[in-house]
Nanobody, 124 residues
Framework: QVQLVDSGGGLVQAGGSLRLSCAAS????????MGWFRQGPGKEREFVAV????????IYADSVKGRFTISRDDAKNTAFLQMNSLKPEDTAVYYC?????????????????WGRGTQVTVSS
């Protein structure tokens, strides 16, 4: 259905910022809810943020609320995750994912398409 390529990860100091991108191919993002998840070493994948098909509704994990912003640009067929005030505990592999249903979900198991992941490392 759709292939996702996430990018933008890297090494940043605590308090710094990073912007992740998720480029889609195979279909447009306009009818997909787009989510970001992350998985730290030895941890299970956890929800970070999701944005609705319209781009008008968002949900954030409590751990990132106020620091991260999810957005989408359907003209460019790309979703983004702007990460500010980064903390060492944000260190993880970040994955974008697509949900081909009207309702947003925070559950990783309900997403059908995933990017390969991009590493974010935040130093103390």
């Amino acid at each position: 259905q759709v292939q996702l390529v996430d990018s933008g990860g890297g090494l940043v100091q605590a308090g710094g910022s990073l912007r992740l991108s998720c480029a889609a191919s195979g279909r447009t993002l306009s009818t997909l809810s787009m989510g970001w998840f992350r998985q730290g070493p030895g941890k299970e994948r956890e929800f970070v943020a999701v944005i609705s098909w319209s781009g008008r509704n968002t949900i954030y994990a409590d751990s990132v609320k106020g620091r991260f912003t999810i957005s989408r640009d359907d003209a460019k067929n790309t979703a983004f995750l702007q990460m500010n005030s980064l903390k060492p505990e944000d260190t993880a592999v970040y994955y974008c994912a697509a949900h081909d249903r009207p309702s947003m979900t925070t559950e990783a198991r309900e997403y059908d398409n995933w990017g390969r992941g991009t590493q974010v490392t935040v130093s103390s």
